[in-house]
């Protein structure tokens, strides 16, 4: 794996890998992210095998802003985009519906290098950087440690993730607002921008 600065040139090295079929680590504003090209199945398989998760998991979508949810086929709904325009970047993962009758979890984070990254590549499917049950990874040393052996990544663009509180995820394809996880942003936050949610 290739270690790059945390500046225009490694960031734009790391987007010309993703879009060569690579994976990618970089850091966000909760812990170490592993990252694909978007619509790539044998890069998605990678990053399962990579990861040593279960195929059946479901991996959440990174974004720059919710400028980029049309790219997903999502066509965010006033109370989506509200909710993006409150806590974005940050840490809210909203459950969105897809075009094609699908959901879809999706996060803006809050970090100088993901966001510079995915405002070169477009959204992103990302799980967390570390083998499957092992401590999550918030440095670049932690990630050569956990990964140490393993040919699979192509890039690391170097820094510090601050760990802390995991995402809220809230669930919009009913018909109210459904918390799912709770975490960084709470629920009377969340109520105080939405009313109610269940």
Do not use: Y
């Not at 959440?60 to 999502?74: K, M």
């Not at 803006?108 to 499917?125: C, I, R, W, Y």
């Not at 990874?137 to 040919?151: E, N």
């Amino acid at each position: 794996m290739i270690i790059v600065a945390p500046d225009e040139a490694g960031i734009r090295q790391a987007a010309d890998a993703i879009a060569a079929g690579e994976l990618v680590v970089f850091p966000t504003d909760t812990v170490h992210g592993l990252a694909c090209r978007p619509g790539d199945a044998a890069a998605l398989e990678r990053l399962f095998e990579v990861k040593g998760r279960p195929s059946d998991r479901r991996v959440a979508t990174l974004v720059a802003s919710a400028s980029q949810l049309p790219d997903l086929g999502i066509s965010p709904s006033h109370l989506a985009q509200t909710l993006a325009n409150a806590f974005w970047p940050g840490g809210l993962t909203l459950i969105l519906p897809t075009a094609d009758g699908g959901t879809l979890g999706v996060r803006a984070p809050a970090h100088p290098t993901a966001s510079a990254l995915l405002a070169l590549t477009g959204p992103l499917p990302t799980t967390s950087a570390n083998p499957h049950g092992s401590p999550e990874c918030l440095t670049t040393d932690d990630i050569l440690i956990a990964f140490a052996g393993s040919d699979g990544i192509g890039v690391v663009v170097r820094g510090e993730s601050p760990g802390g509180t995991a995402s809220t995820v809230l669930d919009l394809t009913g018909d109210r607002p459904r918390l799912l996880r709770p975490g960084a942003i709470s629920g009377d936050e969340l109520s105080a921008v939405v009313g109610p949610i269940d």
